[in-house]
């Protein structure tokens, strides 16, 4: 960790001409090429736990020159957790340096991108924010995580085209070992999709669709197949979101159905309040739940967030308050 810490700081000063803004990283010298970071902290109450969590601390690069761009990322997760439950306290570290993304774009025209690499699966809305201080809650809903991989490493490729509306559309493709492919929902070795989604005015719909193989620890393949539909509508008080989807093996549903729909309304700039609802349910060694969401996020800078949630689930047992301090710098 130590190492890190040093080499950023190295980083820093070597800073280009530009002025330094938090969130958007520094410039190291007069390369194409930006470097920065993020952090997160957060707590969780129960009933029966309570936990402090370093959670995310990363370092991103990134830049473009001329038709290219490209994106590093590296993480460590979970980095430091603290529990205690029943009054019994426990202490748990990961100091493995994860790969979460990285990869390089060629934009041909304005119209057609193609990418290689480690990225974002991108499908639906909320998995294109991976970074807790650019979302509104500090949970994911649960469709995030249950129904399509969360990170492809492979090709991929968009097109835009621009008329009264936008039209784009995205192809995955992967047949291939992950990079870090531990560091995944989903651990896998082939992934093709498809999206299509289109966007007026305020409003956004969004259509995924795909297959991927789950890879257990003894190599054994389970093909599933997955379909996700999304809708937002954004103005600049108001954003509501939403997302439904299922998953399927060859022989039956293994997610009946995950669905959220998420409302929020922007106060001032930096006061954010959410509402939430989710449920879903899975054929596979069954379980479903119901929760209703209520957050709220200060922002006294956007690239500053302090978050809090209160989750009420089916089984009270469950339910559960969350707090977060997380910074992009």
Known sequence: MRYIILAFIFILSLQGDEEYQLGKGTQVGSLPFYVGGYFSLDYKHTDDIDRYRVDDIAILGYGNYEKFSYMAEFEFKEYYVKTYENGVKTTEKDNKLYTERLYLDYNLDENYMFRVGKYNSPIGFWNLLPINVLRETTSNPIT????FPKFTTGLGSSYLSYGEGELKIDA???HNDGIDAE????????HYGFGISYSIDDYTFKLNSGYFNNLTDNRVNEDLYYMLLSAK????????????GSQKSKSQYTTDY??????????????????????YEQSINPTSDDMLIFGYTYRPLYPIAIKSEYQFHSKSSQNQFLFSFSVLF
Do not use: P
Not at 183 to 190: A, C, P, T
Not at 236 to 243: A, M, S, V
């Open 144 to 147: 995030s995580s249950i129904i």
């Open 233 to 244: 509508y954004e103005s600049e008080k108001y954003q509501f979101l939403t997302e439904v």
């Open 258 to 279: 995950a669905l959220y729909v998420q409302g929020l309304y922007r106060f001032t700039e930096q006061h954010i309040g959410v509402i939430r609802v989710e449920s």
């Open 172 to 174: 995955i493709l992967q």
């Open 183 to 190: 560091y995944n929902n989903y651990k896998i070795d082939r």
